[in-house]
């Protein structure tokens, strides 16, 4: 099918959460990981909205804390991974790898089974809008508090092979956190600090690093880079395979 690219709006949530609102009417809202309700509440209530569809990446509360009150305020059709279900509030569309929930006439949610940082972690793509949860960050990657490193980095090339023009909308704004770790991580790659420079002036525009398209993440962000020989030859890796050299670069993250 294909869809327009639908209109998306941040509400921050917690300290750095993202509670993505995709509009599938002029007055009607479906929400991505609304980790908290009351700044749902407030965003449909200055625009005299409904909820239309709550779409839910993975178990943490920071992301399904907000479901249930506003099933209740508000209504909306509550979407998730079947295969986590027993961990997520009732949902009314489980689904799985590659299934589809239309979300109006012209919208549909595609999931796309992502596990690594939970093991039923999914992502949602509608249009060429991409909700990755905390699976795929700006320049990032979730951590692996559930899955191996092998299940995320098949995660990750899932990811990684959808088109370049995606628009990546995370669970948070890490941009400039991982961007950091990345000039340390690979000082003799001058373009890594023009680079941080161009988000610092995004974030002082817009409020948000994201979107962005996913092109710049399959150049820059060292996660997706595990099998790039060129990247291998400067961190000093080129003798292991694509999941020790991600496993290695994860375990770094975690220490930074
Ligand atoms: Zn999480």
Redesign the pocket.
């Known amino acids: 099918m294909n869809q327009p690219s639908p209109s998306v709006e941040p509400v921050l949530a917690g300290r750095d959460n993202f509670i993505w609102m995709i509009a599938t009417a002029a007055d009607r809202y479906a929400a991505v990981d609304p980790g908290e309700a009351d700044p749902v509440s407030r965003f449909l209530s200055q625009r005299q909205a409904t909820l239309s569809h709550i779409l839910i990446t993975?178990h943490?509360g920071?992301?399904i804390g907000g479901v249930e009150t506003l099933k209740a305020r508000h209504g909306g059709e509550v979407i998730g991974g079947a295969g986590d279900a027993a961990r997520l509030p009732p949902l009314d569309h489980p689904l799985s790898e590659g299934m589809v929930v239309r979300l109006n006439d012209s919208l549909a949610a595609e999931l796309l089974e992502v596990p690594g940082?939970?093991l039923g972690h999914v992502a949602y793509r509608i249009g060429d809008a991409l909700f990755s949860?905390?699976t795929l960050f700006g320049f990032g990657c979730?951590r692996l508090?559930e899955g191996t490193p092998a299940m995320m980095w098949q995660s990750l090339l899932k990811l990684r092979n959808l088109p370049d023009a995606t628009r990546l909308f995370p669970?948070h704004e890490y941009t400039l956190a991982n961007l950091d770790f990345l000039v340390e991580l690979l000082p003799g790659l001058p373009e890594l600090s023009t680079l941080r420079q161009e988000f610092v002036t995004l974030l002082d525009a817009r409020g948000a690093t994201v979107p962005h398209p996913l092109a710049v993440q399959k150049r820059f962000n060292p996660f997706f880079k595990a099998d790039d020989p060129e990247w291998a030859a400067l961190l000093g890796l080129a003798g292991l395979d694509p999941v020790a050299r991600f496993a290695w670069i994860r375990e770094r993250r975690n220490r930074y």
């Open positions: 993975h943490h920071d992301h940082h939970t949860g905390d979730g508090f669970g």
